[in-house]
């Protein structure tokens, strides 16, 4: 029997590794528009239309505001925190909102003035309200959306857009 002289001993590891260049190759040749190329990323940042949630004059530190966002089906809180932190507007730099359906399993969480942190009580996950709505434990694979703010000359605070997709949500519009 003869033997092609042409044929190569195509091993398991030359095969995968041959496999990881062109699918580097044709990644790096996709060439998608802004709007793809933004979602796709790991915190894009959601276009909901901007919505009035309040006024500054009417937040106390440490005291949430129950609120709806970007829409009546969509819950969440209004809250000044006390100090600057990660997203925060207004003059202190210290208020941010956040939707309060857990990202898991989508449970109504409750607020916890004691440590700022909005809990979960179906599977007890925690997010801190301090540091952008960051998972502190449990069963959550994200962290909770935090709405994107501005507040206006008269102090009036708005909703313009979301950190994540809120849970229940099929795509990223309404």
Not at 52 to 64: C, K
Not at 65 to 92: F, M, N, Q, R
Not at 128 to 144: L, P, S
Request: glycine content about 12%; overall charge negative.
């Amino acid at each position: 029997m003869s033997r092609c002289n042409k044929m190569v001993d195509l091993g398991r590891r030359h095969f995968l590794r041959g496999g990881a260049i062109a699918a580097a190759g044709a990644a790096t040749a996709t060439v998608l528009p802004a709007e793809q190329a933004r979602a796709a990323s790991g915190s894009a940042l959601l276009d909901y239309p901007a919505n009035r949630l309040g006024n500054v004059a009417d937040l106390a530190v440490n005291e949430p505001v129950d609120i709806t966002y970007p829409d009546e089906d969509s819950p969440g809180i209004l809250l000044k925190i006390g100090h600057a932190v990660e997203g925060g507007v207004g003059p202190d730099g210290d208020i941010v909102a956040y939707s309060v359906l857990c990202p898991h399993k989508g449970w109504l969480m409750s607020y916890r003035a004691d440590d700022k942190s909005l809990n979960c009580p179906g599977h007890f996950s925690r997010f801190d309200c301090e540091a952008g709505g960051q998972q502190i434990w449990g069963h959550a694979t994200q962290n909770v959306p935090q709405f994107t703010l501005s507040v206006d000359d008269k102090g009036d605070i708005y909703a313009e857009g979301a950190s994540d997709l809120i849970f229940g949500r099929p795509s990223n519009v309404l």
